[in-house]
């Protein structure tokens, strides 16, 4: 007998959290380097868990009752807290009740946060993807990490961060979506400050806690402006309260506030989102971040966490969907971040910061996908989210595999011809390589395009779109240039391996190129697979906030005679970077040192990361820094200054003491003796009435 | 003899002990005889105490100044190991050389300190430390360089 929806919905991330239970108590002391061994078996059981949820979620969605828009259940827990009356006046929408179609509202709305999960296709498409990538990175970490001190630890933290991803994705309110989002935050922290001995880590993965401390500012912002606007913070309809995005609203959508609150509730989502997926002006913690162990940085900072931002402005899309104006920020920032993260990724010489600048261009893509807010646009940024994953952890492991042959050492200048070497990871990252540039038919190829061609329809709309549609094939060309600029300078040209790697340096052991070899096989075909079935968007349109009206009502043909036009455009921007870079990087670079020097400005504004660092410690780091350093001046001198003047009345008063302090034996023993007397002689003396 | 006549020949016994013992304690320096002094004091409460239960026929006092014995018991060990110890260090009985323990820039009032050529003429033992000595972790120390 199979479990049913609601059992798997609580065993996905119940089973992590139990590994990292079992990890962090007996890790330590029993486990060992046996450490990744609860882990990888809890997450192989929630990736099967998700796989039949996957299926089963499948089935109800295609045999949903009519009157239901879309497909979601819910699963309550418990309940976490209630607080009755908490709204008094009537929020600014008609909060609906579920069963009385009057808008009239109850005097006053409690503030009720239950433990619910939910299952529908976006959330299950999510726990798929989220399961599967990590466990494919357990089980890569667990010859990455070998004889590493920390080995225990690590898997710890990997099991608490599926743990929250697989909860943030599962959480049927905003203030548990808050709550875990909070949470990968943390894991994120932690793995990047992992070697916390190296003042790098450390301090990277301050960097990253603290850019994400803005987002989720704004973040908080937005759930209270909601809460205020819709008194409610549930998705779904629960308790007689119409939920955010629950079915009574998405029938009716005269039940969304438009204008101004609406712009703002999506403008400060959108910063939250920007915070954790490191969209510009956030994205500069994500580079850092590479400081932590390669595998972290494939699955939270390549494949999972940072795509949360993505799935949060799906689940919300129709809140976005009032809003023309947010859903412009969100193109234009999205544009913006692929662009700029293209232009650094060119000049790059960091292997890992070649593809987290090449991350943060992808998320860039994504958003612009939902910007366009057309179903096939959010369909696309979704569909691009899932096949990332893929070849992105298969890119980051590759480079993982480089780095753990090389010695420890990214730095591309220092090594390259690799290819006889790490047989397996040169191919390995070929595949990721071809999906990344976007080269037909690897899974990049099908999801940029998807994307591409929504931006080109919503153009046919409003014209501005089409300069974003130039801008992403531009961004196109370069994503396919730096690439394979990086893949050439690793494992082509003249052999040469650095000092650090010693004598033998070889391929890596099996436990990694297994993953790898599964991504690649991954990378190849999900894009095809689901692009010929047409059962990504199919699926994800089954999800309640996209089976919208309003947001169907928008629905383009999602394939059309433009996108195989664009298909074709973007195919050969992409074969044209690839042989751009094959044409400078294979043989003698001797063209490249010519280019860098006519284009010197370009270079060094590339190679600075456009000098965002320095940028934000002008404006931000040394005002604050210089406020604190005055804080300081006034705590020491002025308050210390009040309290030690406090303190140094009692030495004065003991001074006056202190002739008593003889050191003769005879002194003390008569001044007591005289004591007792005076006494004894007041007693006797004292008139009792 | 009546019961308070007896009370107060016992009574003056007591009072003089104490007595004795108070000036032998203010007026004597050597350490061994202020101790002896102190003693004394208290064999002199002792027995104002047993007279006092005798007078009121209440073992109590009686009963008190079996603790009183043992406690002074106790108190005479410690006392003579002070003593003992403080002779070693600076070769002298008298408690006057203890005065350097005053308060910093107090006049002394006898002129009297360890003579500079003392040597203590023993050396006691030490303890050897015991238990095992923790061994540095290596592993602790270096870690893994590269990311």
Known sequence: MTPGIPTLLILIPALPLTATIVTAVFGRSALKQNSHRPVVLALLGSFVASLMMLAQVRQESEAKPSQMVGWE?????????????????????????????????????????????????????????????????????????????????????????????????????????????????????????????????????????LVNRIGDFGFALALFLMWTTYGT????????????????????????????????????????????????????????????????????????????????????????????????????????????????????????????????????????????????GITSGMFHLFTHAFFKALLFLGAGSVMHAMGGVVDMRRFGGLRRLMPTTHWTFLFGCLALAGVIPFAGFWSKDAIIAAVQERAHDEPEFLYLYWGALVVAFLTSVYTFRAFFMTFYGSERVPYEAGPNAHESPTSMTVPLTILAACALVVGAYFERTEGFAEFIKLTPSLAYEVVNSKNVEIVSQSHTLVGAISTLVALTGMGLAAFLYLGDESQVALLTRLLMPLYLLSHGKLFFDQIYNVLFVWPLWTLAQASYWIDRVLIDGLVDLVGRIPPKLAALLRPLQTGMVQFYALAMVWGVVILIFTLLTWPTH | MDESALLENYLIVGALLFGTGLVGFFSRRNMIVMFLSAEMMLQGVSVNLVAWGRYHNDWGGQMLVIFILTVAACEAAIALAVVLTLFHKSGSLDIAIWQRMREENQPAYVDRDVSPDYQPDHQWPKLTPSGIEPKPDLEEITHRAHV
Not at chain 1, 154 to 179: C, D, H, P, Q, R
Not at chain 1, 233 to 247: K, P, R, S, T, V
Not at chain 1, 254 to 278: F, P
């Open chain 1, 73 to 209: 259940t819910s699963v309550d827990l418990w309940n976490w807290a209630e607080v009755p009356n908490a709204l008094n006046t009537p929020p600014a929408a008609h909060s609906a009740s579920v069963q009385g179609i009057e808008h009239g509202l109850p005097a006053a709305l409690p503030f009720r946060i239950d433990l619910t999960l939910r299952a529908d296709a976006l959330t299950s498409i999510m726990l798929a993807m989220v399961t599967f990538i990590s466990l494919l990175v357990a089980i890569y970490a667990s010859g990455y990490m070998h004889g590493d001190r920390g080995y225990w630890r690590f898997f710890s933290y990997i099991g608490l961060f599926v743990f929250s991803m697989t909860m943030l994705v599962s959480a049927s309110n905003f203030v548990l979506l808050y709550v875990f989002w909070e949470a990968v935050g943390l894991c994120s922290y932690l793995l990047i400050g992992f070697w916390y001995e190296k003042p790098e880590a450390a301090a990277a993965g301050k960097k990253a806690f």
């Open chain 1, 233 to 376: 913070l549930n998705f779904h309809d629960a308790h007689g309260i119409a939920g955010i995005l629950g079915q009574t609203r998405l029938a009716d959508p005269e039940l969304y506030v438009g204008g101004g609150v609406a712009t703002a509730i999506c403008l400060l989502l959108m910063l939250g989102a920007c915070g954790k997926s490191a969209q510009f002006p956030l994205h500069i913690w994500l580079p850092d971040a590479m400081e932590g162990p390669t595998p972290v940085s494939a699955l939270i900072h390549a494949a999972t966490m940072v795509t949360a931002g993505v799935y949060m402005v799906t689940r919300c899309t129709p809140l976005f969907m009032v809003s023309p104006d947010a859903q412009h920020v969100v193109a234009l920032v999205g544009f913006v971040t692929a662009a700029i993260g293209g232009v650094i990724a060119m000049t790059q010489t960091d292997l890992k910061r070649v593809l987290a600048y090449s991350t943060i261009s992808q998320l860039g893509y994504m958003f612009l996908g939902l910007g366009v807010a057309t179903l096939g």
